[in-house]
């Protein structure tokens, strides 16, 4: 990835991030993650940064299609951010998840984020 391409990936990760720490701030741990889906489509618009939710994309084995699968939101068609609302200790099965989203999708970046516990927790993984 070029150093241009680059900044412009950490800096919508960055506003990303920031969209989802105001949602945490204001609702607090505790709910469903589809209410945390919701609030963050808020935010993201007030923001001005376009995003798909329930973007589904296909999966091939072999150049065959095999399946498909839907994340929730895709944002500038560049990100793909799953939210998760767990409480405690975040499974190794949803970075795996991601990562497989990610080069299903050819996707380069996405944000993992748990809304479950009393601090946001991101992570960002790229292939």
Known sequence: ???EDLATYD???RKIIGCCFEVHNILGPGFL???YVNALKIKLQQ?????????EFIVKFENTIIGKFRCDL???????VELKSVTGYQPKLFQNQLISYLRASKIKTGLLINFG????E???LSV
Not at 47 to 55: A, D, P, Q
Not at 74 to 80: F, G, H, M
């Open 33 to 35: 993650e589809k209410i």
């Open 11 to 13: 800096e919508l990760t």
């Open 47 to 55: 923001k001005g940064i376009f995003f798909e939710t329930e973007k």
């Open 117 to 120: 516990n009393t601090s946001c």
């Open 74 to 80: 895709l944002v500038e068609n560049k990100v793909i």
């Open 1 to 3: 990835m070029e150093t």
């Open 122 to 124: 991101i992570k960002r």
